[in-house]
Structures are given as structure tokens and as C-alpha cells.
């Protein structure tokens, strides 16, 4: 299978039970060190990226982007997860699942939408579930895409910020995944404040709760939840 073909989008927000903080250091250690291996188990089929979330919401602490080559491969891999030492104390409280396909509105993806699984990855992950009104899709195509025009014009304005959008109509309650990614929070907050103002907002039914994490080793966000990692086991 070639990487072209992994095609479905996987977010993954996981509540750690605070209980598990107060085992001892050496269930604390051997719970990670399992957690970790089924990650690692995992990558062999789904890529994956992950994220910390402690203190920064009060229902999630940790969050993984992930790329499979279907919904059965992520999945399988994710119950891995959810059964592997740490992860028997971990809630899922948030996840969506979509696939990347090509816009009707861009004729030729840019560098800027197509980097969120190529690269290095920037410092940041912004992403929530998008829901637009009956009212947009009864619009006439030019209407659409001359809005869609200015969003992507606005867009472009700020390079920094990486964007990838994900379709979940008929496979999850929301109708997108949007995903933003970034070294500059203060970029993304204006790019933000400038598309609340293009007449295509007005078609936004529901774009909450977004998600914001830092991006970190798999070994080093437990570490972050209480998990005593033995060094070795952080490369």
C-alpha cells in the first residue's frame, strides 16, 4: 500500500483517571513503558503524532493526530492503546475521524495545506470539529466559491500557519476536521480574528471545542502525566 492511499484522519483525546498518579513509581514506570511499546506497535500501520493537553483543559491530557489507511487500522491500533498498561487509566473524551480528500474549491493544494504529516512538526496543534448551516450548502457554487476565495486568500496572508482539512460527512457528527499548525500562537490568533470577519462566517453553525496541544514525545508527555520513563525508553 502506498502512503498515498492512507487516506483516514484520526483525533484522539485522552483523559488521564488522577487516581493514577498516586501508584507507586514502579507500577507508575511499568504502566509506561507498556503504553509505550503499543505505540510504537502502532507506528508500523498508523503514523502518529502526539501532543500534551495538562492543565490546559480540564477533560483532556493528552492528544494524538494520526494518518491510517482506514477507519479498521485506526481503529484496531487505538484499542491497542486503550489496553496497554497506561492506557487502561486513560477516558476517551474527544474523537473524530475523517477522510483527506481533494477540495472543490482549490483547484491545486499548496505546500501550506498539504504539510500536517510531512516535515518537522511545529510547536503547536489547533483542531476542532466544523459544522457549516443548511443555508451554505443552498447557496449557488459562485456564491460558495467566491467566499471560499476570500478564506483562502486570508489564509495565504500567514505561511506560518499549516492547515489541513479532513471531510467526516456521513462518518461522524461533525461535518470537518480542521486542523491548524504552528509555531506562532499570536499568527494563528489573527488569522483567526481576520476570518471572523469574511462573509463566509456567517455559514458557521459549530466550530467548538477546539483542542490545543504541544507537541512532545510520546515519552515525554507521560512524563508530564506522572509516568517515571526510564531514560532509555525516551529515544
Request: aromatic share 8%; proline share 4%; with cysteine.
Amino acid at each position: 500500500m502506498t502512503e498515498a492511499s492512507w487516506n483516514t484522519v484520526h483525533v484522539l483525546a485522552l483523559r488521564l483517571d488522577p487516581a493514577w498518579r498516586r501508584f507507586p513509581d514502579e507500577a507508575r514506570r511499568e504502566d509506561a513503558s507498556v503504553f509505550l511499546e503499543a505505540a510504537r506497535a502502532a507506528g508500523d500501520c498508523v503514523h502518529s503524532h502526539t501532543y500534551s493537553m495538562v492543565g490546559l483543559r480540564a477533560d483532556a491530557d493528552l492528544l494524538f493526530w494520526r494518518l491510517g489507511p482506514s477507519i479498521n487500522a485506526v481503529e484496531e491500533t487505538a484499542a491497542g492503546l486503550l489496553r496497554a498498561g497506561l492506557g487502561r487509566h486513560l477516558t476517551v473524551t474527544h474523537a473524530m475521524i475523517g477522510l483527506v480528500r481533494a477540495s472543490q474549491y482549490v483547484q491545486k493544494a499548496t505546500p501550506q495545506e498539504r504539510a500536517m504529516f510531512t516535515g518537522e512538526r511545529a510547536a503547536y496543534l489547533i483542531v476542532y470539529p466544523f459544522v457549516k448551516t443548511s443555508e451554505w450548502y443552498l447557496t449557488g457554487r459562485e456564491d460558495r466559491q467566491r467566499m471560499m476565495n476570500e478564506h483562502i486568500k486570508i489564509g495565504h496572508r500567514y505561511p506560518m500557519v499549516r492547515q489541513l482539512l479532513a471531510y467526516s460527512f456521513g462518518l461522524d457528527d461533525q461535518e470537518f476536521i480542521v486542523a491548524y499548525e504552528t509555531d506562532d500562537l499570536t499568527a494563528f490568533q489573527d488569522l483567526v480574528h481576520a476570518l471572523r470577519a469574511t462573509e463566509g462566517r456567517r455559514f458557521t453553525l459549530r466550530d467548538t471545542p477546539i483542542l490545543v496541544g504541544v507537541h512532545r514525545p510520546l515519552a515525554e508527555a507521560l512524563a508530564l502525566l506522572g509516568a517515571p520513563v526510564a531514560a532509555e525508553a525516551r529515544r
